[in-house]
């Protein structure tokens, strides 16, 4: 948000981030981990956005969004951008380019769009009809002079399952995110603290939120990965709430190595996990009875005294729900 301000112009005009740029080659990487790699196939034939609500509706566990459950995108599909500009130039010779993986101020919906890799959906995400939306995008600006592509027509149509799913109502109108409201932006973004009246909406998503593309019927037809990158690691799919927040920093750092997770930091992480451990004892859900709720409770005043502010808030916040 804060190099959208400082960047100006040079979001909406590529030649004025990298000069000579009069072509930019836009591509799209599918992050749906294989099937045998995402604990999914151990569920039968479901379908996987079946599984992946299962989960929301277990409160002890710590849901994190599926692009994150793997290796950090933004390497693997620089690597790939950039052999494939390797590729452009053993055909057309030596030529101008530079790979952007949403690491510089680039208007990359805008631009997935106008090339027609897919319609901006009213979540404002970008939708493929044989893709769905769950792909990275990636950019090459380059110099060379290309035949531009089409966009291709919207097809939401009279749906609006994402705004109605969207547990935060972050979705305030068709095409329009309030990100101060989206749980994405709160547990990766967001540096302070989470606001009160927010908190039981977050629920156990302790890092980003699929909900608005669970919901899409269009995500029927997303497409796995065939890179082992984003396979799910096993240390961060289906794993209860208090063994996640029982990691200490150098644990974290050494279970997110390579991961885009380690981005946030161990004491976000924590802050996260406290609000869905306070979620998780107001619910009164079956699975937080007995042993699993005395657990919590135990591993909540283990961080009472953290050294962190933001840490100790949360979890006094945590404890409170709990009655
Ligand atoms: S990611 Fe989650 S919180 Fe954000 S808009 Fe989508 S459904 Fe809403
Ligand atoms: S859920 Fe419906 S309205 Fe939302 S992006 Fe998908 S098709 Fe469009």
Redesign the pocket.
């Known amino acids: 948000m804060d190099y959208m301000a400082a960047h100006g112009l040079k979001r909406a005009r590529p030649a004025e981030l990298v000069p000579g740029t009069v072509s930019v080659i836009t591509a799209r990487m599918d992050y749906l981990p294989r099937m045998d790699a995402a604990g999914w196939s151990a569920q039968g034939d479901q379908d996987w956005r079946t599984v992946e609500w299962a989960r929301l509706e277990r409160p002890h566990e710590g849901v994190v969004s599926l692009y994150a459950r793997g290796r950090d995108y933004h390497k693997v599909l620089r690597a790939r951008l950039q052999k494939l500009c390797d590729r452009i130039a053993a055909a057309v010779g030596p030529f101008g380019h530079r790979v952007f993986t949403d690491s510089a101020p680039v208007l990359e919906a805008a631009l997935a769009e106008r090339s027609g890799l897919g319609w901006r959906?009213?979540?404002t995400?970008v939708?493929d009809r044989a893709a769905g939306?769950m792909f990275f995008l990636g950019e090459i600006y380059t110099d060379l002079v290309l035949e531009p592509t089409q966009p291709v027509p919207e097809?939401?149509?009279s749906?609006?399952?994402?705004?109605s799913?969207c547990p935060t109502g972050a979705i305030v109108a068709?095409y329009r995110l309030d990100a101060r409201r989206c749980i994405s932006y709160l547990t990766i973004e967001h540096p302070g603290a989470i606001p009160p009246e927010l908190r039981p909406l977050l629920g156990n998503r302790i890092y980003g939120c699929d909900d608005?593309q669970l919901?899409?019927?269009?995500n029927k037809f997303a497409q796995r990965s065939s890179l082992p990158d984003f396979d799910a690691r096993a240390e961060l799919t289906g794993q209860r709430l208090v063994s996640l927040f029982a990691w200490d920093e150098a644990t974290f750092l050494r279970r997110t190595e390579g991961s885009p997770i380690r981005r946030i930091g161990h004491e976000r992480w924590l802050r996260n996990i406290a609000v869905a451990l306070g979620n998780a004892l107001h619910s009164r859900n079956d699975a937080v009875q007995g042993e699993e709720q005395a657990a919590m409770r135990a591993a909540l005043q283990a961080r009472s005294g953290h050294a962190s502010p933001l840490v100790r808030e949360h979890v006094a916040w945590a404890l409170a729900q709990g009655g």
Do not use: E, F, R, T
């Open positions: 959906g009213k979540h995400l939708i939306s097809h939401c149509g749906c609006s399952a994402c705004l799913a068709p608005c919901v899409c019927p269009w």
